[in-house]
């Protein structure tokens, strides 16, 4: 495959998004999505699937909030396969993990996440805080320790070499959305010229996750203590864990209206989401671009069922 030589004539009004796997990209576009991967010998490799929404079957599931937490599910779904190929062709003498191994693994990432961005914030407002009763100030706190945490875990685990180079293509991934939706023609040198920050990312939607729940909470918290006039730790997350697929729908809004929108109010909103890109996405190298085009271009090509 020659730099520069790919070419999409589809319009650019077409929604793209991705995500970064190892040694490659996986593009999406509505009713298809590519992975793009390089294996050690640099050939690349891509695999397209078909793919249909559950939001384009099921009026229930296409209603505001329940979009998007049908959408997480199926980013997340669609994430682990594009993985799981991604290692197969990138690292082919790794031995693959037993399912039992995967189930821990998984597992354990879960507990992980809980812990660090749960237990933990909490844990410590209640501890270092007298604000157990208070339930706005009590979330405010806590959502800024999860946050912090967020921000902590991001810069420990991009200094390790494997997560750099996965950033890379994330960055990879961006430029080349970003060409392809500005109309120019799609090649390296183009998409080379665009920023790594794209304000549809995952790491921008998370962030507004992370700020939907304090709100969110608050109002749950509030709910409890008026109820049953305490509440704890246990109490929290009883009530809070279960609401997360809810707090994810909000940010799916959120992330959506915003992207469209340029008013002042959320161009403040995506800004912290942008600059927490500067972290999540690093410059790529015209390699890793060339892996993002083949994949992009695979997701739109018409006649390539």
């Known amino acids: 495959m020659k730099k520069g030589l790919l070419i999409i004539t589809m319009k650019p009004s077409i929604l793209v998004g991705g995500q970064a796997v190892i040694e490659g990209v996986m593009m999406r576009v509505p009713g298809s999505y590519a ?44 994430g682990m396969k594009t993985l ?14 037993s399912k039992f191994a995967e189930l821990f693994s998984t597992i354990f990432a879960i507990s992980l996440a809980v812990f660090l961005f749960m237990i933990a914030p909490m844990w410590m407002t ?55 939706e500005s109309g120019k023609k799609v090649n390296i040198k183009n998409a080379q010229s665009f920023p790594t920050q794209h304000p549809r990312c995952g790491t921008s939607f998370l962030f507004i996750v992370l700020l939907s729940a304090i709100l969110v909470f608050a109002i749950v ?54 600059w927490l890109q500067n972290i999540t996405t690093k410059k790529p190298e015209d390699e890793m671009v060339e892996v993002a085009l083949a994949a992009i271009n695979e997701s739109i090509r018409l006649d390539s069922k």
């Open 35 to 78: 992975t793009a991967v390089r294996d050690p010998n640099g050939k690349i490799h891509i695999q397209k699937e078909d793919f249909k929404s559950i939001t384009e079957s099921s009026s229930f599931w296409r209603r505001p909030i329940f979009r998007g937490m049908a959408s997480l599910y199926e980013s997340m779904k669609m």
């Open 84 to 97: 799981n190929y991604s290692a197969d062709i990138a690292m082919p003498d790794e031995e693959p993990q």
């Open 126 to 180: 209640t501890k270092v805080m007298d604000l157990e009763k208070e339930a706005f100030w009590f979330n405010l706190v806590s959502g800024g320790f999860r946050i912090a945490f967020f921000i902590l875990y991001l810069l420990i685990i991009s200094m390790l070499s494997d997560v750099r180079r996965l950033f890379q293509y994330h960055g990879a991934e961006h430029r080349v959305v970003y060409n392809f």
């Open 221 to 274: 918290d509030t709910a409890v203590i008026n109820i049953f006039g305490t509440i704890s730790l246990p109490m929290r997350l009883l009530f809070h864990l279960p609401l997360v697929p809810l707090v994810s729908g909000i940010g799916y809004e959120l992330i959506k209206v915003s992207s469209r929108n340029n008013s002042l109010g959320f161009r403040i909103l995506k800004k912290p989401g942008l």
